[in-house]
Structure formats: structure tokens, C-alpha cells
């Protein structure tokens, strides 16, 4: 039996999500063409039909119950091309998580049965970052995790998946950040740039590593977000802002004012892997746009993740560049927010303003 039918379909949130070609939308409807007798996943990549033409079902069973018959192209009975997809780039990355040695990314393709090009292309797509920084982010989680674990560095180094310090050695810089000894002394000889400034929500801090910004933090008074900062590195130097860096922190107090003028920063982003899948997908959000836990779970092509998503949300520690505000609760209501949830009803409402 047809779900009601009225002349307000064209303004329906599901034929909003049709013609956007979501798929958020494909677990939660489909949609059938009264002139083809064909069914689709919202997500389908087929002609769009009218929408007086138009009628909704909350199953394939509905919709075949009324006489519809499921879409050769979009399958809706079985797994979408984007789930597809998602499946083959999570095996792409079991592979890496589980090698000694990173495999090519034309190793990879061949391996799951795609070409080099396309690949690449939807393993950007699904995680929002190529193999190669994949493979760079995932040992440099588990690298960190074994040198706050273990009593050597030398355990650490054959824990994290190395068969040699050596080739290790090589690569630490790039992959922490700093040495592995300076990293277990809580950044000893590291040397980290801050600035302090005050903004329409109060105190902000900004911090920078070599590598680029590793902290943006907000609060009510400047001294517990320095304290903060010297609670992550204990032994870092760290160093007050000159002519230079005083100049990069007005850059984030005037996107904090303004978010329409955008903000483009090299980051030294330190999390997991999956952090950084969620993070990236985060800064692809475009200014004014919200996203729930649930939909920003599938934009990573791992919907089942939900709370896992909301882990590394909670788990960024740059504010308003990895713009953790814009996630909200699937009724639209605001969810928890690490620096506070007045703050980030502001943000909100600065860039909703536009």
C-alpha cells in the first residue's frame, strides 16, 4: 500500500534526500516511479523521475507488496554500490593495518579486485585520506600507544610492527612527529610555538609543533588552557608568540568572528587512523552544515561506528579548524561539546548567519 501521497511531495525531506542522491537516506526508505513500476535506494544514480510520479515505502517488501518491482541498477534488496564499496576499501585497510611494510597502493587495487585509478579514488572517498597517509596515521597510533606502553623503546619499536629499530629510526619523524625518546619525555627538546588571545567566546589558545597547528583550544580564562598545554608536552619548550605567530592566531580569531571567511591551516594532527577518517570528513563539512554521529558514521563508509564516531569527536583537541561543533543529535539537538555547549550554539549560530 502507498505511503500518503500528497502535493507537498516535492517539498518532502525524502525527495529532498532523492534528489540529492543521498545515501544516509538508503537504510531508511525507498522510493517507487508509479510510471517505470520500478523501486529505488534513494541513493540511485538513475534518471529522476516527477515527483507527482513518486511514492514512498519504508521496505523493498512494501514496495513489492504494492507491485513494484526492485531497480536493476541500484539493487535495493541487496548491498548499494556505495556499501560495496565501503566493504572493499575496510578489507583495503585490514590489509594495511595487519602488514609489516605498508603494501603499494597498485598492490592493494590488485588485491581487491579494482583498478589502480578507481581505487585510489574511492579509498579517498570512503576515509577521506589516500593509503599511504592511511598507513602513515595507523603505525603512528600504534607507535605511540606502545611507547606509552611499554617499559623500551626498543619493545615499543617491535610492538608497533617493525623488524628493525633501524627502519624505524628512519621514519619516526615523519610518522610522531619527533623521536621516540623525545616523545616518551613528554616532548623533551620538542619545541612548541602558543599564543593567547580573547575572542566574542572568550580565551583562546593556539599552539604549533614544526609540523603545523597541534592545539586550537577555547575557554573562560587563558591560564587553564596554557596549563592544559603543558600538561600534553611536561618537558616541551615552549615558546610566546612573535610579530609572525601573532599573526597566524588573528587569522583564527577572525574565523572564530567571521567562520563565512573560512580557514585553511597546516595541521599536526595526532590521533588514530579512524580519528583521522572522522576528522577529515569533519573539514569537508562546508560552513553552515551540520551532520549527526549516525550520518557522519556512514560518510566514512562505517555506519556502524556511531559511537566510535562520537569517541574521536570528543577525542579532537582543535577546536573550530576540525570543526567537531558542527555534529549534532539525529533530532537536531546539540550533543556534548569539549570546550562547551554555549560555545558551540554560538559557532553554530555565527555560521549559520553566514
Known amino acids: 500500500m502507498f505511503m500518503k501521497q500528497d502535493q507537498n511531495t516535492a517539498m518532502d525531506p525524502r525527495w529532498l534526500a532523492v534528489l540529492a542522491r543521498d545515501p544516509a537516506a538508503d537504510e531508511q526508505f525507498v522510493y517507487a516511479v508509479r510510471t517505470t513500476g520500478v523501486y529505488c535506494r534513494p541513493s540511485c544514480p538513475s534518471r529522476r523521475a516527477k515527483p507527482e510520479n513518486v511514492a514512498f515505502f519504508v521496505s523493498p517488501d512494501k514496495a513489492e507488496a504494492a507491485g513494484f518491482r526492485p531497480c536493476l541498477r541500484c539493487h535495493p534488496r541487496g548491498q548499494s554500490l556505495a556499501q560495496a564499496n565501503a566493504a572493499l576499501i575496510a578489507a583495503a585497510c585490514r590489509m594495511i593495518e595487519t602488514a609489516e611494510e605498508a603494501p603499494s597502493t597498485g598492490d592493494l587495487a590488485r588485491r581487491i579486485g579494482l583498478s589502480h585509478f578507481h581505487f585510489h579514488r574511492q579509498f579517498k572517498a570512503v576515509t577521506g585520506m589516500t593509503p599511504r597517509a592511511y598507513a602513515v596515521a595507523f603505525r603512528a597510533g600504534r607507535v605511540r600507544k606502545a611507547l606509552d606502553d611499554e617499559a623500551s623503546v626498543t619493545a615499543a619499536i617491535h610492538r ?62 587563558p591560564e587553564p588552557l596554557l596549563q592544559e598545554l603543558q600538561d600534553r608536552f611536561p618537558n616541551a619548550k615552549m615558546i610566546g608568540a612573535d610579530a609572525e605567530y601573532e599573526a597566524l592566531i588573528a587569522r583564527v580569531v577572525a574565523f572564530v568572528e567571521n567562520p563565512a571567511i573560512g580557514i585553511d591551516l597546516p595541521l599536526d594532527i595526532r590521533g588514530t587512523a579512524f580519528q583521522q577518517r572522522v576528522w577529515q570528513a569533519l573539514r569537508d563539512l562546508p560552513v553552515g552544515e551540520t551532520v549527526s554521529y549516525a550520518e557522519l558514521a556512514s560518510k566514512i563508509g562505517d555506519p556502524k561506528a556511531v559511537r566510535a564516531v562520537a569517541g574521536a569527536c570528543a577525542a579532537n583537541k582543535i577546536a573550530v579548524a576540525i570543526p567537531c561543533h558542527r555534529v549534532v543529535r539525529t533530532d537536531g539537538s546539540l550533543s556534548g561539546y569539549r570546550w562547551g555547549i554555549a560555545r558551540k550554539a554560538e559557532l553554530l549560530r555565527r555560521e549559520a548567519k553566514g
Open 160 to 221: 608497533a610492527g617493525y623488524s628493525s629499530n633501524s627502519r624505524f629510526y628512519e621514519t619516526s619523524d615523519r610518522i610522531i612527529g619527533m623521536t621516540p625518546q623525545t616523545y616518551r619525555k613528554g616532548g623533551h627538546d620538542a619545541e612548541i610555538r602558543f599564543a593567547l588571545a580573547q575572542t566574542a567566546l572568550g580565551a583562546i589558545l593556539v599552539a604549533s609543533t614544526e609540523k603545523g597547528v597541534c592545539a586550537i583550544s577555547l575557554g573562560d580564562a
